[in-house]
């Protein structure tokens, strides 16, 4: 279902702009996908013997798939609670510019900083992309709550998909948890070039993408920052270099 214009009486209350956030999870593919990823996580979090509240827990808690698996991983082959806080602290700075990124796009002088703690929780891989696509439609003023609502929405299909998947963990085999799993980094892909518009973004998806397997045969062990953060600078210094010229 498409927004409504920006100067309809549908976006009056805030409470209106949640529920188009709320509706706004069926307008995108990348709900599905999330389905199919919490299905997996929900069977990985039985296949390492933790309840059913505590992986329902960490998906509203962690709120990324990547950082919960390694979670999940973690702790299920025996690691300390220190060290798997590490090991997902250092996933989830992925996510800093996303927030850097969104964060703006969502203040109005009159906003507190109290309200932007919903949102920033919420931004993760699926909710920046769909910022970036659904937010020019909202009024500035009625954001938050707008993406309040989206993120209410996509976290309610995960913490259903979680608990289906659980349930369903006895008969998953393997190799479709698998290839569940891997829904979520191409879906994010496919986003990620859809939304380009600047020559930057193009070079910087693509210099990704070809720098990637060389970057992984020094086997760094930090293979996708190092194309990530290289093939984004170059794109920055060219995009720099253009608006100089």
Known sequence: ????????????????????GLRSIASTVLTLVLFATYLGIGALAHDSHFSLGWV?????LVWAGPAQIILISTLGSGATVAQAAIAVTVSAIRLFPMVVS??????????????????THFIAVTLWVECFRLLPQVPR?????????LGVGLQLVCLTATAIGYGLAANLPPLLGAAILLLTPLAFLLSTARNCRQLSDILALALGLGLFPFVSMLHTGVDILISGVSAGTIAYGVHWWRERA
């Open 56 to 60: 329902l827990a960490s998906t509203a």
């Open 1 to 20: 279902m498409p927004l409504p214009p920006l100067d309809s009486p549908a976006w009056q209350s805030p409470a209106r702009a949640f529920a188009w």
């Open 102 to 119: 969104v964060l703006p796009m969502l203040r109005t002088p009159r906003t507190k900083r109290r309200h932007l703690i919903l949102p």
């Open 141 to 149: 003023e009625r954001r938050v709550a707008f993406t309040n609502g």
